[in-house]
T-cell receptor, first 112, second 115 residues
Framework: SQKIEQNSEALNIQEGKTATLTCNYT??????LQWYRQDPGRGPVFLLLIRENEKEKRKERLKVTFDTTLKQSLFHITASQPADSATYLC???????????FGAGTTVTVRA | GEEVAQTPKHLVRGEGQKAKLYCAPI?????VFWYQQVLKNEFKFLISFQNENVFDETGMPKERFSAKCLPNSPCSLEIQATKLEDSAVYFCASSPSSQGFGGYTFGSGTRLTVV
């Protein structure tokens, strides 16, 4: 069966360090992968999208990689700040399937 | 507007009662999606619309759930005869394209509590 796993439920890091989150998937051939941020009591907010033929995408302090051989995406927050504390969700979409399938999320806490 | 507006924010219903949730997508976004998030678990896709037409309803428990997106009205998700397991946060999202190449814009959700 199809599975999307974000391998850490929670990640605690010191301010200024890089947070690295992992998203693994099985029995899936995504056309592209998205990362969202969700704060308590709010809906997910879109951060980055990476297509299957792209290896890496960057946006300010965020970096996403996509390895379709390993079936894995890594999400990096560099120079982390307490304001980056939130739950981060990866979501996959297939070419012929117009809906997102989400992982369970990783809650990041950045300590000052 | 530039936000997806969901109402109400909270809804409490007794088991067996009806619940109706509303979503106003961003102007110009022709695709609307409904997702259910139970506690901290993954999002479950329910249904999507392209304008007022159902695009994909493979996630809908059809015996009690129904949804509409009519012209010049907010979209709605209705649950007849609610059950305890329907307690969840229901999110609406909109997008200008079916595959959300610029990402999907989500509302803040409606928290439904069935007691």
């Amino acid at each position: 069966s199809q599975k999307i796993e974000q391998n850490s439920e929670a990640l605690n890091i010191q301010e200024g360090k890089t947070a690295t989150l992992t998203c693994n998937y099985t029995n899936y051939s995504p056309a592209y992968l998205q990362w969202y941020r969700q704060d308590p009591g709010r809906g997910p907010v879109f951060l980055l999208l990476i297509r299957e033929n792209e290896k890496e995408k960057r946006k300010e302090r965020l970096k996403v990689t996509f390895d379709t051989t390993l079936k894995q995406s890594l999400f990096h927050i560099t120079a982390s700040q307490p304001a980056d504390s939130a739950t981060y969700l990866c979501a996959l979409d297939r070419q012929d399937d117009y809906k997102l399938s989400f992982g369970a999320g990783t809650t990041v806490t950045v300590r000052a | 507007g530039e936000e997806v507006a969901q109402t109400p924010k909270h809804l409490v219903r007794g088991e067996g009662q009806k619940a109706k949730l509303y979503c106003a997508p961003i102007k110009g976004h022709s695709y609307v999606f409904w997702y259910q998030q139970v506690l901290k678990n993954e999002f479950k896709f329910l249904i999507s619309f392209q304008n007022e037409n159902v695009f994909d309803e493979t996630g809908m428990p059809k015996e009690r759930f129904s949804a509409k997106c009519l012209p010049n009205s907010p979209c709605s998700l209705e649950i007849q005869a609610t059950k305890l397991e329907d307690s969840a946060v229901y999110f609406c999202a909109s997008s200008p394209s079916s595959q959300g190449f610029g990402g999907y814009t989500f509302g803040s959700g409606t928290r439904l509590t069935v007691v």
